[in-house]
């Protein structure tokens, strides 16, 4: 098991009066490469849980552990574990500082006390992994579009080879043409390295096309935990808090309503176009049969 939150609460402003709980005793656990979305409106408490997982926020009460250590033992080691526990922040440009991208890269691999051969080799891989072109390679950060600089940023972290790898909006301000790019980029990432992957959005579309489970949060706490299709089936309640299911949802809904027999389960649209093709099937061979 990977990371397992046991009873984990955090209260900002801890003992003054503006104290509020922004996680409120949520257990989970991410096993070894699951693709976890983790969705929730605004103040729900999903970037603040994922930032408790690399140590940058310690819990107000409960454990974290990681690989079964408990990261609030005194003599587990922070450092190691924000080197296996990469966070990418919802704007890159936090992250991006050298001169140019190859530098930017070389960064945290430097950091671990490598020699420069291997640090080199770990930013080149990383940089071709997101798909950056060589070209880019020398350019200031500064200068690159939005996507290039998510790939950058992502790219510095996997150059820290991480066993998870946590991604805060990725493709906030992103159009649909870059933010496709950048999800098919983590997905394949996902596929081929088994890395665990968690992905912070407020896109239902995003989380139903790519992930394998999702996590709702809500007023600091879970509000539901499952496959997509487990959670949409919920889309009234998530309606009511602030959230809705993926456009597929409603349209299969609708279709179902006006007597057409689909998935009401389906969450992407290739699951809703098979499941339109069979109902029409169905509904040609009993017009021949009448």
């Known amino acids: 098991?990977?990371?397992?939150?046991?009873?984990?609460?955090?209260?900002?402003?801890k003992d003054t009066p503006l104290a509020v709980a922004a996680l409120k005793d949520v257990s989970l656990q991410f096993p070894d490469g699951q693709f976890v979305g983790i969705i929730g409106h605004t103040g729900s408490g999903k970037s603040t849980l994922v930032q408790h997982l690399n140590g940058l926020l310690r819990a107000s009460s409960g454990h974290i552990y990681f690989n079964g250590e408990d990261i609030y033992d005194k003599d587990f080691d922070m450092?190691?574990?924000?080197?296996?526990?990469?966070?990418?922040?919802?704007?890159?440009e936090h992250q991006l500082f050298e001169t140019d991208v190859f530098s930017d890269v070389c960064f945290g691999p430097k950091n671990l006390g490598l020699d420069k051969r291997e640090v080199e080799l770990r930013a080149y891989d990383a940089l071709r992994k997101v798909g950056l072109p060589d070209e880019l390679f020398y350019q200031s950060?500064?200068?690159?579009?939005?996507?290039?600089?998510?790939?950058?940023?992502?790219?510095?972290?996997?150059?820290?080879?991480?066993?998870?790898?946590?991604?805060?909006?990725?493709t906030a301000?992103?159009?649909p043409k870059g933010r496709d790019e950048i999800l098919d980029q983590v997905k394949n990432l996902q596929i081929s390295t088994g890395m665990t992957i968690l992905l912070v959005s407020h896109s239902m579309e995003d989380v139903a096309e790519y992930v394998d489970?999702?996590?709702v949060m809500n007023g600091g706490s879970?509000?539901?935990?499952?496959?997509?299709?487990?959670?949409f089936r919920h889309y009234k309640e998530l309606e009511e808090a602030g959230l809705a299911a993926p456009q597929v949802t409603y349209m299969m809904h609708r279709l179902k309503e006006r007597g057409l027999d689909v998935d009401v389960d389906a969450t992407t649209i290739e699951e809703a176009a098979d499941t339109v093709m069979q109902a029409l099937g169905r509904s040609g061979k009993q017009r021949q049969k009448s």
């Open 213 to 215: 489970r999702i996590v």
């Open 173 to 175: 301000g992103l159009d």
């Open 1 to 13: 098991m990977s990371i397992i939150l046991d009873h984990v609460s955090y209260i900002y402003g």
């Open 79 to 92: 450092k190691k574990l924000r080197s296996r526990v990469g966070l990418v922040f919802q704007y890159p």
């Open 141 to 170: 950060p500064f200068d690159l579009s939005g996507g290039q600089k998510r790939r950058a940023a992502i790219a510095g972290v996997l150059a820290m080879k991480p066993e998870v790898l946590v991604l805060d909006e990725p």
């Open 222 to 231: 879970v509000m539901y935990d499952g496959t997509p299709r487990e959670v």
